[in-house]
T-cell receptor, first 115, second 108 residues
Framework: EPEVTQTPSHQVTQMGQEVILRCVPI?????FYWYRQILGQKVEFLVS????????KSEIFDDQFSVERPDGSNFTLKIRSTKLEDSAMYFC?????????????FGPGTRLTVL | KNEVEQSPQNLTAQEGEFITINCSYS?????LHWLQQHPGGGIVSLFM???GKKKHGRLIATINIQEKHSSLHITASHPRDSAVYIC??????????FGKGTHLIIQP
């Protein structure tokens, strides 16, 4: 069964460093998402991406964040200058098309630890 | 902004018991998701529904759009069902709005 994959599974970085989290969505999916979950808190929406541009972003997704589809398979989330409060689990998801009735499939997550 | 509330927050039950987890939301939605999160952190989609009822194995999900309420039921619960169960809703926007989750422990 096709699945969303994410690398790395765990990333440790120093405050102020740039990190890139990588995702490979399901191959025929066209909509991509990033979510994050701070330890002990609920999952929060960051951004959605379609047709090589941001479709929607939350208030969390400020100028420190960017997303990109550098090639036909990868979808990346970049955090330019990490802060302690960026420590969280980051989940990538994809869906086949746009629309409320399209199920989102989640990757296993990347645990980011900022020291 | 949609507020998603789940109850109970924590639930411990004996193997074989019938489990019910509830979810309510404040604003009309187009779809509701039930998700499962295991201790390792990964999220698995269990159901997506916009009306009525869906069944998959021992899991049943129902939704009442008028009452803005959904329930997830587990029949003949098993220790491997132990996980966090999360309700998430989608309105007109792309992103899902999540509840805090229900921590379920099934004891042998």
């Amino acid at each position: 069964e096709p699945e969303v994959t994410q690398t790395p599974s765990h990333q440790v970085t120093q405050m102020g460093q740039e990190v890139i989290l990588r995702c490979v969505p399901i191959s025929n999916h066209l909509y991509f998402y990033w979510y994050r979950q701070i330890l002990g808190q609920k999952v929060e929406f960051l951004v959605s991406f379609y047709n090589n541009e941001i479709s929607e972003k939350s208030e969390i997704f400020d100028d420190q964040f960017s997303v990109e589809r550098p090639d036909g398979s990868n979808f990346t989330l970049k955090i330019r200058s990490t802060k302690l409060e960026d420590s969280a689990m980051y989940f990538c998801a994809s869906s086949e098309t746009w629309g409320s009735y399209n199920e989102q499939f989640f990757g296993p997550g990347t645990r980011l630890t900022v020291l | 902004k949609n507020e998603v509330e789940q109850s109970p927050q924590n639930l411990t039950a004996q193997e074989g018991e019938f489990i019910t987890i509830n979810c309510s939301y404040s604003v009309g939605i187009s779809a509701l998701h039930w998700l499962q999160q295991h201790p390792g952190g990964g999220i698995v989609s269990l159901f997506m529904l916009s009306s009525g009822k869906k069944k998959h194995g021992r899991l049943i999900a129902t939704i009442n759009i008028q009452e803005k309420h959904s329930s997830l039921h587990i029949t003949a619960s098993h220790p491997r069902d132990s996980a966090v169960y999360i309700c998430a809703v989608r309105g007109g926007a792309d992103g899902l709005t999540f509840g805090k989750g229900t921590h379920l422990i099934i004891q042998p």
